[in-house]
Each structure stands twice: as C-alpha cells, then as structure tokens.
C-alpha cells in the first residue's frame, strides 16, 4: 500500500495540465483553512473552489472500492475513518463559503476538467460586481 500515490496520480496530472491549457491558474495541495494536517489538492483560492481527487480504494468508492480480507477489522475502520475525514472537511470548507469539488480517480479527466472548468468560470461571473 505504500507505494499507492497519495499526490500526483495520473488522473490528477491529466487534468491540471487540461486546466492549465485551458488558462486557469491554481495552487497546489494547500492547507485545509483551519483544518491541521489536511490539505486540498487542487486550489482556486480567491474563488473559494477546493477540488479533490479520491482514489477508489481509500475513500471507498461505491462502484470499485474494495476490502482487503488480512486483517478486515483494522482495514474497515481505517476506510471508514477515510470516509469520515472527508466529509468533515467537506462540510468545514462549505461552511466557510467554498466549493468542494470530489473526483474518483476513474473519471474522465477531461470531464473532470471541464467541470472545474465550468465552476472557475460561474464563480468569477458571479463575484463580478454590478453595474
């Protein structure tokens, strides 16, 4: 399980260099806002958009998340805990007034990066000050 990539997956890549190509500009794996010891991956901060991008088997995707069979109680809790560590911070980062954005790794980058896409551009619209 070590040698699972935490940062810097593959689906990750493809789509920042998508975002990038497309023109926006973002930081990376940033501290959560009053969160220790967790970070965004992929960081629009002005707009107040966090995106993330969860692998199937640590956050337990409903389609491929898998269970390993050694040592079966140790690994639920584990997963269970993964799961419950990012709705808490998706309900911290809402609650400041963020867009959270979740991907699986099995996506599309290039559905993924035109829904990023889409988010940056309806946010800059919408903090645009009238007339």
């Known amino acids: 399980m070590s040698r699972q990539a935490s940062r810097d997956t593959m689906q990750e890549l ?3 260099r998508l975002l990038h190509r497309a023109g926006l500009r973002y ?3 940033m501290s ?3 969160m220790p010891r967790r970070t965004v991956d992929v960081v629009f901060g002005g ?3 966090a995106v993330f ?5 640590w956050h337990g995707c409903p389609v491929h998340a898998t269970r390993p069979q050694a040592n079966a109680d140790w690994w ?3 997963l269970d805990r993964n799961k419950a560590r990012d709705r808490e911070t998706t309900e911290h980062l809402l609650s400041e007034g963020w867009i959270v954005m979740r991907f699986w790794e099995h996506e599309s980058a290039e559905d993924v990066a035109r829904r990023i896409h889409d988010a940056v551009v309806d946010r800059r619209s919408s903090a645009l000050p009238e007339h």
């Open 14 to 16: 493809a789509v920042r």
């Open 27 to 29: 930081r990376l794996h």
């Open 32 to 34: 959560v806002p009053g």
């Open 47 to 49: 707009l107040k958009i």
């Open 53 to 57: 991008f969860d692998g199937c088997f």
């Open 76 to 78: 639920r809790s584990k």
